[in-house]
């Protein structure tokens, strides 16, 4: 019995370290190929949103946000339709109108904005 428990203790812990080395690994992998989708050449925004405010910023064409800080979550709202959550990236390809929202009633965030040009 206590064989089969030791056993199942190394078979849950041993992925536990390899899944950590390829989340480090990749995560910058797949921030900056995400960062490219807008082109070669781009117009870069770097915009604060404080504790519970928005902001709302005209897009057309190919828009990278890239949310970084403690809090990486927003919301987003593309010509006033549905709320969507962004979990640290957000590729679009909209014309319009795109309201970022910080719904944190505790902490600022910080968002990059990448349109193509």
Request: glycine share 2%; proline share 5%; hydrophobic share 50%.
């Given at each position: 019995m206590v064989q089969s428990?030791?056993?199942?203790?190394?078979?849950?812990?041993?992925p536990?370290?390899?899944?950590?080395?390829?989340?480090?690994?990749?995560?910058?992998?797949?921030i900056n190929e995400g960062m490219k989708y807008a082109g070669d050449k781009y117009v870069e925004e770097e915009i604060i949103l404080f504790?519970?405010?928005s902001k709302t910023v005209?897009?057309?064409?190919k828009t990278v946000i890239l949310v970084y800080g403690v809090n990486p979550w927003i919301t987003i709202r593309i010509n006033g339709g549905v709320k969507q959550k962004v979990f640290k990236i957000r590729l679009l390809n909209q014309i319009g109108e795109l309201e970022l929202i910080n719904e944190s009633k505790v902490f600022q965030v910080k968002?990059?904005?990448?349109?193509?040009?």
């Open positions: 428990f030791q056993l199942f203790t190394l078979i849950l812990i041993i536990l370290p390899i899944l950590t080395y390829l989340w480090f690994k990749y995560y910058n992998v797949l504790p519970s405010s005209k897009i057309s064409g968002v990059k904005l990448r349109y193509s040009v």
